[in-house]
């Protein structure tokens, strides 16, 4: 036992003299960008009667948006979603995500990851904009997606190039550090999904920020646990809320609600990037 404890010791002070301090000084800049264009906008939404199966909000009324992000890992990138597809009656995004890309110098061949929050057509309508990507997507979604007849609301034709077979793909049974050095983690929080996944960024200026994917859909439903009855388990949805209210705490992190747009606009305005 002292023999181990001595080389747990040196194996300590090694890393923290010698490990740590070349780390630090290799690690690759981490930015966010928040895209202009994922979807259009409709009228604010009255939220009682979907989005809190506890019908906690009255008459509140609350603006959703549609949002979509481009992180780069000093020269490597990752897509989280994708928006709504420009064919989307009613919601289409004005301009592509590609276009957008465009605007920053990013070829779509260059998208390295596309992560997924979720299965939902509002998130995944131009994954199929970025056939060379491994995709990133929780193991419950993806199991729904490769389905011979996918439910209803899983939106799988734009996966087609993965499910037959052409692209890579990583089902996550849990949580994924992208890059291997903790700076960008995909996060289990099912229950909108079955396999629904957060995002994690660790930016140096801004600190720490959590996309919330659809776990929440905006600020009233994160506060006072209101869950949609749409959602595919209320047990696994509260569960996941409590594990973003503790991580949030944990990481002094800044909680960006996909939908909301008083979240959305924490985030720099497109093309700027938070850093
Ligand atoms: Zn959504």
Redesign the pocket.
């Known amino acids: 036992m002292r023999k181990l404890l001595s080389g747990m010791f040196i194996g300590l002070s090694v890393n923290a003299v010698v490990g740590l301090p070349a780390l630090a000084q290799t690690k690759p800049e981490v930015t966010l960008t928040r895209l202009a264009d994922c979807g259009t906008q409709q009228a604010p939404t009255e939220v009682n009667q979907r989005f809190s199966d506890t019908y906690a909000y009255g008459a509140l009324r609350i603006q959703f948006v ?1 949002s979509c992000y481009l992180i780069k890992h000093g020269d490597r990138y990752m897509m989280w979603d994708t928006g709504h597809s420009m064919r989307a009656p009613l919601v289409a995004p004005k301009i592509s995500v590609v276009d957008q890309l465009a605007q920053l110098g990013v070829k779509p061949e260059q998208i390295q990851f596309v992560g997924i ?2 299965y ?1 057509q ?2 995944t309508g131009q994954v199929d904009s970025f056939p060379q990507a491994t995709l990133l997507i929780g193991k419950g979604d993806w199991d729904a997606i490769a389905q011979p007849k996918p439910a209803p609301g899983v939106n799988a034709a734009p996966f087609a190039h993965w499910v037959s077979g052409g692209g890579k793909v990583e089902p996550l049974p849990s949580d994924k550090d992208v890059f291997g050095d903790g700076s960008v983690i995909v996060l289990s929080t099912p229950g909108h999904t079955p396999g629904h996944r957060s995002l994690l960024v660790k930016l140096n200026e801004m600190g720490n920020v959590l996309i919330s ?2 776990l929440i ?1 905006f600020r009233e439903n994160y506060e006072t646990g209101g869950v949609p009855w749409f959602n595919v388990s209320r047990a696994d949805t509260m569960a996941s809320i409590d594990r973003l209210k503790k991580l949030a705490a944990n990481f002094k992190a800044t909680v960006i609600i ?2 909301d747009a008083r979240d959305v606009s924490k985030l720099p305005v497109f093309p700027a990037a938070a850093k």
């Open positions: 549609f929050s979720h939902h509002d998130h994917g659809d859909h996909q939908h």
